[in-house]
């Protein structure tokens, strides 16, 4: 055999093998990989006071109406970070700021993106209370003292 036939024959043993690869038998047994078919992202809105931490959960519906949760396929991101910031693979939402922030999770599974949403809305920091030092004085008329005002915050 002439070296063009070897390599022509070759090339068509490659490209059966290439062929017959991508064909699968249908086994009966051969698992069913279900699709995702939407996600959606919980605590849904996100109520948070200065400096509170949350943590986000995806939860994604299969085809077969199956939820399973899916944080680890997601990526996460603010639209505010001056707000609220959020962890980028793990979902854990910091209140930065009073204001409103939206946090969307992307989900690949494969063959698309699944978006989902969560509004996070951040408080102002509350006063709980206020102490005043010294607690009582006496002072001689005329005189002045110095009084140091103490709030604690939420």
């Known amino acids: 055999m002439t070296f063009p036939r070897q390599i022509s024959l ?6 059966l093998g290439l062929v017959l690869t991508g064909c699968q038998p249908s086994d009966p047994d051969s698992p069913n990989v279900k699709q995702l078919t939407s996600t959606v992202v919980t605590p849904n809105p996100v109520n948070m006071e200065i400096g509170g931490v949350a943590a986000l959960t995806v939860t ?3 085809e077969d109406n199956s939820t399973s949760v899916v944080n680890f396929y997601t990526t996460f991101t603010s639209s505010a970070p001056a707000v609220a910031t959020v962890t980028a693979d793990t979902g854990y939402v910091t209140a930065v700021a009073p204001g409103t922030a939206t946090i ?6 494969g063959v698309r993106f699944l978006l989902a949403t969560t509004t996070v809305v951040v408080s102002p920091l509350r006063v709980l209370s206020i102490d005043v030092a010294p607690a009582t004085s006496t002072l001689a008329v005329g005189s002045t003292q110095s009084l140091v005002v103490t709030a604690t915050y939420n």
């Open 104 to 109: 969307t999770a992307t989900t690949e599974t």
């Open 60 to 62: 994604g519906t299969l």
């Open 10 to 15: 070759l090339a068509f043993l490659a490209f």
